[in-house]
């Protein structure tokens, strides 16, 4: 069982930025692919980045490339997102997630967190 807090949402202009940090918490955080999903106002929930438990393998959506970076520190057991240039398409509910591997990450993880609010404004 993991469990996951997100941390760092709020409201920032265009173009400013943000870190979201999620903190694990339970079983060895280090085994565990995690993920950043987002979910826009009555749209559906989808993967914004994904990384492997080691690190090796990193993915963002097209969308984010280039702005947005995923992290970890397995000492810290914490994944971030660090979020840059933001635009008002990127406000949404944004979700912490983990599971065993980036591909199970990708179909649907078992495990989330409450979501944190990002507002970005024009």
Same mark, same amino acid.
């Given at each position: 069982?993991?469990?996951?807090?997100?941390?760092?949402?709020?409201?920032?202009?265009?173009? *400013?930025?943000?870190?979201?940090?999620? /903190?694990?918490?339970?079983?060895?955080?280090?085994?565990?692919?995690? *993920?950043?999903?987002?979910?826009? +106002?009555?749209?559906?929930?989808?993967? @914004?980045? /994904?990384? $492997?438990? *080691?690190?090796?393998?990193?993915?963002?959506?097209? $969308?984010?490339?280039?702005?947005? !970076?995923?992290?970890?520190?397995?000492?810290?057991?914490? @994944?971030?997102?660090?979020?840059?240039?933001?635009? +008002?398409?990127?406000?949404? @509910?944004?979700?912490?997630?983990?599971? !065993? %591997?980036?591909?199970?990450?990708?179909?649907? +993880?078992?495990?989330?967190?409450? *979501? %944190?609010?990002? %507002? @970005?404004?024009?």
């Amino acid at each position: 069982q993991v469990q996951l807090v997100e941390s760092g949402g709020g409201l920032v202009q265009a173009g *400013g930025s943000l870190r979201l940090s999620c /903190a694990a918490s339970g079983r060895t955080f280090s085994i565990y692919a995690m *993920g950043w999903f987002r979910q826009a +106002p009555g749209k559906e929930r989808h993967l @914004v980045a /994904a990384m $492997s438990g *080691g690190g090796t393998i990193i993915y963002h959506t097209d $969308s984010v490339k280039g702005r947005f !970076t995923i992290s970890r520190d397995n000492a810290k057991n914490t @994944v971030y997102l660090q979020m840059n240039s933001l635009k +008002p398409e990127d406000t949404a @509910v944004y979700y912490c997630a983990a599971d !065993t %591997t980036v591909a199970v990450i990708v179909k649907g +993880p078992n495990y989330w967190g409450q *979501g %944190t609010q990002v %507002t @970005v404004s024009s």
